[in-house]
Antibody
Framework: QVQLQESGPGLVKPSQTLSLTCTVS??????????WTWIRQSPGKGLEWIAY???????YYNPYLRSRLTISVDTSKNQFSLKLNSVTAADTAVYFC??????????????WGQGTLVTVSS | EIVMTQSPLSLSVTPGEPASISCRSS???????????LDWYLQKPGQPPQLLIY???NRASGVPDRFSGSGSGTDFTLKISRVEAEDVGIYYC?????????FGQGTKLEIK
């Protein structure tokens, strides 16, 4: 059974960097055909796709967030990570990690982690 | 960016009655390959979203057959033939045609 679990600080100060890690179990993150994804959910903006990356480091970013984002993968730990810098209160959200099935004729997010609330506040 | 618009934003349904949610995209989700990249997700209270329907009309593993998806191009519908209490939550459509994936605003389903 594939499972994903987010981890990281629940409180980040404005202008600092938000850092989260997703630990994947039940499958190798090096499996072909998948992109490892970050999605966030805030009351004001609903569900927002942030970025995803595959095992070889090929990454795609939300163009509205791209300038502040870094996504990386650590195959030795079966983890992938997100860094979002220069955060503001608008970045307060529940952050989910998820697996994206990418081959042509697929295209869905399943499964999802439980999510972690990150609050940006001084 | 493809904009996804759902309606209604909320609905209250008596158990056993049908329910229907509409989703419209700002451009066609049909790819040249013939695939149409539209998914439906359900977020139950206190849980992450879960995949319900992929590629317009395919139920994900374990999804009851009372859920069905239909549509083409820019207009899509999720139907629940007979609503049950466990179906409460927020339903989202999402386009997977473009890498910049976008979701609808969500439709909150309540039980009367």
């Amino acid at each position: 059974q594939v499972q994903l679990q987010e981890s990281g600080p629940g409180l980040v100060k404005p202008s600092q960097t938000l850092s989260l890690t997703c630990t994947v179990s039940g499958v190798s993150i090096s499996s072909d055909g998948y992109y490892w994804t970050w999605i966030r959910q805030s009351p004001g903006k609903g569900l927002e796709w942030i970025a995803y990356i595959n095992y070889s480091g090929s990454a795609y970013y939300n163009p509205y967030l791209r300038s502040r984002l870094t996504i990386s993968v650590d195959t030795s730990k079966n983890q992938f990570s997100l860094k979002l810098n220069s955060v503001t209160a608008a970045d307060t959200a529940v952050y989910f990690c998820a697996r994206y099935s990418s081959p042509r004729g697929t295209g869905w997010f399943d499964p999802w982690g439980q999510g972690t609330l990150v609050t940006v506040s001084s | 960016e493809i904009v996804m618009t759902q309606s209604p934003l909320s609905l209250s349904v008596t158990p056993g009655e049908p329910a229907s949610i509409s989703c419209r995209s700002s451009q066609s989700l049909l790819e040249y390959t013939g695939y149409t990249y539209l998914d439906w997700y359900l977020q139950k209270p206190g849980q992450p979203p879960q995949l319900l329907i992929y590629l317009v009309s395919n139920r994900a593993s374990g999804v009851p057959d009372r859920f069905s998806g239909s549509g083409s191009g820019t207009d899509f519908t999720l139907k629940i033939s007979r609503v049950e209490a466990e179906d409460v939550g927020i339903y989202y459509c999402m386009q997977a045609l473009q890498t910049h994936h976008t979701f609808g605003q969500g439709t909150k389903l309540e039980i009367k």
